[in-house]
């Protein structure tokens, strides 16, 4: 018995100091300019947009996101398809090493269904980014009219 507590403390310990060798995709990647469109009562979808840079010198998958303020949260893209834009879901979105990829409007974006809270100007919203190794980045993400994100284009808004 006093064997069997001495391995779990002894095992604490071991991965209580081996945590920073294993470092997540999530902290090698920084969140820029994140925020999410505010719409008008009832409307029950919106998007968020951000810029993602991995500062790693290896390529990063963003598998999904989570957030509280929907019911389902969803990768998605925009397709031109036979004259016509049309919106589907992805997989997972690649980070390559040591570049920046932007999720704007007509692009790659975070699609939220099923809106389980209403989207305040200048309130924030929680969301994670999930990557392929599970590790996830915690965001407070801005909500932002439409109109106003294109007045303040200018202003950079740095998270991590």
């Known amino acids: 018995m006093r064997k069997t507590a001495s391995s779990v403390i002894l095992l ?3 991965f209580s100091f081996s945590s920073p060798l294993f470092a997540g995709a999530a902290d090698q990647v920084s ?3 994140a925020y999410v469109r505010a719409v008008p009562p009832g409307q029950p979808n919106s998007a968020s947009f951000m810029t993602l840079t991995n500062a790693s010198a290896s390529d990063i998958v963003l598998k999904g996101a989570e957030s509280p ?3 389902v949260v969803e990768l998605h893209t925009h ?3 036979e004259g016509m834009m049309r919106m589907r879901q992805v997989e997972k979105i690649d980070l390559p090493a040591g570049q920046s990829v932007k999720l704007q409007p007509g692009g790659l974006h975070v699609m939220m269904i099923g809106l389980q809270q209403e989207l305040v100007p200048g309130e924030q919203i929680d969301m994670a980014l999930v990557f392929e190794d599970g590790s996830k980045l915690q965001l407070k993400v801005p909500v932002v009219k ?3 994100k ?3 284009a200018g202003m950079k808004h740095k998270m991590h």
Request: aromatic fraction near 0%.
């Open 79 to 81: 397709t031109m398809s």
């Open 69 to 71: 303020a929907a019911k």
């Open 150 to 152: 294109m007045q303040d």
């Open 31 to 33: 969140v820029a300019d």
């Open 12 to 14: 604490s310990a071991l």
């Open 146 to 148: 439409l109109q106003m």
